[in-house]
């Protein structure tokens, strides 16, 4: 069965530090990846996805995620982090199953110290 | 302009009762999506529709009626709320290839 693993419940780091979400997935064949964030309270934004091409993918708010296939892993970076990236980071697949089903990670909660 | 809104914001009921989650999107999407948060974090899909007619439903079970009125719209009626269902319930939209959705704000249920 398709699955999505976020290792950490939750991380903290420091103002300006370097950040790394991990996930991994479990699925045949390349699926499509999503990272996407929450805000406390607040729904959830797209931050980058990957379908095919280039490993290396950037998004919104200075964010990028690497495809390894090899290690079924799509983690997530951002070279420096601000007060504002403290929230909850989901990593999710998406299958084509009739319709598009996203399957989702339990999520990493982010927490930045000033 | 919200792009995906829902209402309402808060629900707070009792036991037993019937209640509606109502969705609306603006962004011209076919597809819609309704997503259950518990209340540690994990999200997951329950029903989907496209073009009003349903193409997922996740072992839901079936106190939960998805309707869809229009490709704009598409409400949660839950009938006799049990304790269980309380948790965060998340409306989406994309285009019908699916894969960028657009999602709500959330709608936080409490059954008490």
């Known amino acids: 069965a398709q699955s999505v693993t976020q290792p950490d419940i939750h991380i903290t780091v420091s103002e300006g530090a370097s950040l790394e979400l991990r996930c991994n997935y479990s699925y045949g064949a390349t699926p499509y990846l999503f990272w996407y964030v929450q805000s406390p309270g607040q729904g959830l934004q797209l931050l980058l996805k990957y379908f095919s091409g280039d490993t290396l993918v950037q998004g919104i708010k200075g964010f990028e995620a690497e495809f390894k296939r090899s290690q079924s892993s799509f983690n997530l970076r951002k070279p420096s982090v601000h007060w504002s990236d403290a929230a909850e980071y989901f990593c999710a697949v998406g299958l084509r199953t009739g319709g598009f089903k996203t399957i989702f990670g339990a999520g990493t909660r982010l927490f930045v110290k000033a | 302009d919200t792009a995906v809104s829902q209402t309402p914001k808060y629900l707070v009921t009792q036991m037993g009762n019937d209640k509606s989650i109502k969705c609306e999107q603006n962004l011209g999407h076919d597809t819609m999506y309704w997503y259950k948060q518990d209340s540690k974090k994990f999200l997951k899909i329950m029903f989907s529709y496209n073009n009003k007619e349903l193409i997922i439903n996740e072992t839901v079970p079936n106190r939960f009626s998805p309707k869809s009125p229009d490709k704009a719209h598409l409400n949660l009626h839950i009938n006799s709320l049990e304790l269980g269902d309380s948790a965060v319930y998340f409306c989406?939209?994309?285009?019908?290839?699916?894969?960028?959705?657009?999602f709500g704000p959330g709608t936080r249920l409490l059954v008490l």
């Open positions: 989406a939209s994309s285009q019908m290839t699916g894969e960028t959705q657009y």
